[in-house]
């Protein structure tokens, strides 16, 4: 194999783990050149700079970035504490450690550019080039990049690492006087808000949470009011259980992957039921949770969760490890039906069980609740600026509540494609290099994660992270993050060994 050449489009989270997969691999060095255009490289939307009021919703060992190393983070975070003396972020409520986003994003940094410097040690070549991909084409032989101007540089293989998107702005609220469109990064973007104004929070995920113990750290007074179409807030994260799943695991998934083409759901809960029953879970607790979360108001479900951090029933804990380890190897098992089916009736319901908060989060929205300032409230269906400034909100029940400021934390577009990267993503598509997939995001391989147009894998292209969603189900947690990146560098290093790829770095030919 001689040196090849890898353009990564986009360096956040996802680039950080494929990185290191690579670095870890110490294969016949080449070049990776990494485009990311926005001044947060390595850390995302999500661990950019910012206060430490927010955390990340996962405790330090499903939050490594290293293959087969549950223990990376934990032992970055360690040498951190020595140097830092900080307090370490233990949850009171759970005894589990909850770090800021803003230090995970310390740690994603500090994670690229070792393996960076590793693979420069191992002789390959490494650029960094501050420019967004606009337009990709493929020739016979490598992929064609294109940052807007009227050349392009080709590279062996290309990996899709362009993240999520912000929230949508779903009622049309753009330029309003009061209006957050986005509330990241929230030391800056919600210090503006008055300590007295009404403020409402449209959303109810894990955004929502992170904006209220903002407004709530900065000292402000004022009525919130998180609103909702469901109002079903995140779960909340119980005590860590020693966990040694034998039916929905990774390799049991592929085994069976390998054995069939297609799995039904009523096969599929089989497995699950057999992982429940096996580990002693309460089967019933755990349909209810899924089933009947619209018959429960949002504050006493999530009373009802704070309470049960300690439960020694393991089938919420079995579920948040299972989601994200084998959702990508599961889901295109399934029937189309089923996962239509699945989409439309439980998906919201599943993400709230399998990305909870921290119990210390829920104690203090609980709290803000019982002293009269927060409301949180399902039903809502329309948002409107008013004449005379601010804004009305209209529930199904007829309630029209008026707010100074609105803040936006809805989810981010369904068709998984992050606005900046549409112009890329049309030029793959258009030029038949890649197809959408018709749950969002791109067609891709399982075993790979290759790009699929024409019902083919394409040896030299790759998804990883949210524009896979669609097609993998959960590809955004760091789990699934560092399983895909691992997938993708064995993917690339088999087809370069396979084949004499030539060297195509700085070849610049026509866009």
Not at 189 to 214: C, M, N, Y
């Amino acid at each position: 194999m001689s040196g090849i050449s890898i353009g990564v489009i986009g360096g956040g989270a996802s680039a950080v783990c494929l990185i290191d997969a690579l670095a870890r691999e110490r294969g016949r060095p080449g070049s990776i050149t990494v485009f990311e255009p926005s001044p947060n490289l390595w850390r995302g939307r999500a661990y950019q700079v910012d206060t430490e009021v927010i955390k990340v919703n996962a405790t330090p060992d499903d939050m490594s970035a290293r293959v087969g190393d549950l223990h990376h983070f934990e032992r970055w975070l360690e040498l951190r504490e020595r140097v830092a003396d900080d307090a370490g972020y233990i949850d009171a409520y759970s005894g589990a450690r909850f770090v800021p986003r803003t230090v995970y994003g310390e740690y994603l940094e500090q994670t690229a550019y070792a393996a960076l410097g590793e693979l420069r040690r191992q002789g390959w070549r490494v650029d960094l080039v501050g420019a967004a991909v606009t337009g990709a084409r493929r020739t016979a032989d490598h992929v064609l990049l294109s940052t807007g101007g009227t050349s392009a540089a080709a590279f062996d293989y290309a990996v899709l690492c362009v993240g999520g998107d912000g929230p949508r702005d779903v009622y049309g609220l753009t330029g309003a006087p009061g209006f957050v469109p986005d509330p990241y990064p929230v030391s800056g973007k919600l210090r503006h808000v008055g300590e007295r104004q009404d403020v409402a929070v449209i959303g109810s995920g894990l955004t929502a949470v992170d904006v209220i113990l903002q407004l709530d750290a900065q000292g402000h007074e004022g009525r919130i009011t998180l609103l909702s179409r469901r109002g079903v807030l995140p779960a909340v994260r119980q005590r860590p259980l020693e966990l040694e799943l034998r039916h929905l695991t990774k390799s049991h998934m592929r085994s069976l992957a390998r054995q069939r083409r297609e799995m039904s759901v009523e096969e599929f809960t089989a497995v699950v039921r057999a992982e429940l029953v096996e580990a002693g879970a309460d089967l019933d607790a755990i349909r209810a949770e899924i089933v009947d979360v619209d018959m429960e108001p949002p504050v006493d479900r999530l009373r009802r969760h704070l309470a049960a951090v300690d439960s020694p029933d393991p089938g919420l804990r079995i579920l948040q490890r299972a989601v994200p380890d084998i959702g990508p190897d599961v889901w295109p098992l399934l029937t189309e039906r089923d996962r239509a089916a699945m989409l439309r009736s439980h998906y919201r319901t599943v993400m709230s069980l399998c990305c909870p908060m921290p119990p210390s989060s829920a104690a203090r929205l609980l709290e803000l609740v019982d002293a009269g300032r927060l409301e949180v409230r399902s039903g809502l269906q329309k948002v409107a600026v008013r004449s005379g400034g601010g804004f009305e909100l209209a529930t199904s029940d007829g309630e029209v509540i008026g707010a100074d400021t609105v803040i936006n934390a809805v989810n981010a577009s369904e068709d998984r494609i992050p606005a900046a990267a549409r112009s890329l993503v049309t030029s793959l598509t258009t030029g038949g290099a890649a197809s959408p997939h018709p749950h969002g995001g791109l067609r891709l391989a399982r075993e790979t994660s290759r790009l699929i147009a024409g019902g083919a894998p394409d040896p030299r292209l790759y998804g990883l992270g949210t524009i896979g969603a669609g097609a993998l189900f959960f590809t955004f947690g760091i789990p699934s993050l560092v399983d895909r990146g691992e997938d993708i560098v064995a993917a690339i290093l088999q087809h370069a060994e396979a084949g004499d790829t030539t060297r195509s770095e700085d070849v610049l030919l026509p866009a």
